[in-house]
């Protein structure tokens, strides 16, 4: 992906988000979390990708590319950086 492309992905998704009906979809959430249970969630939530993403060659008929991203970074109660 091309430098600020990252973003460009954010901004569109913002942008187009209704117009893609079940193609685009979002989920937040808060909660507390160990360093294990982080590492877990991204092991399972790559676990799932394989699991339901197809490569270009075996793609089933009407499969689309998907830009899927996961992250997660920690709160910094104010004053702290």
């Avoid at 989920?27 to 676990?47: K, N």
């Amino acid at each position: 992906m091309p430098p600020g492309g990252e973003l460009a992905l954010v901004n569109r998704f913002t942008r187009d988000v209704r117009r893609h009906g079940k193609w685009a979809r979002a989920s937040r959430a808060d909660g507390y979390f160990t360093a294990e249970d982080l590492e877990a969630r991204h092991d399972e939530y790559v676990a799932l990708l394989s699991k339901y993403g197809h490569t270009a060659q075996d793609a089933p008929p009407g499969a689309r590319l998907m830009h899927l991203r996961m992250f997660y970074i920690p709160d910094e109660p104010s004053g702290e950086r």
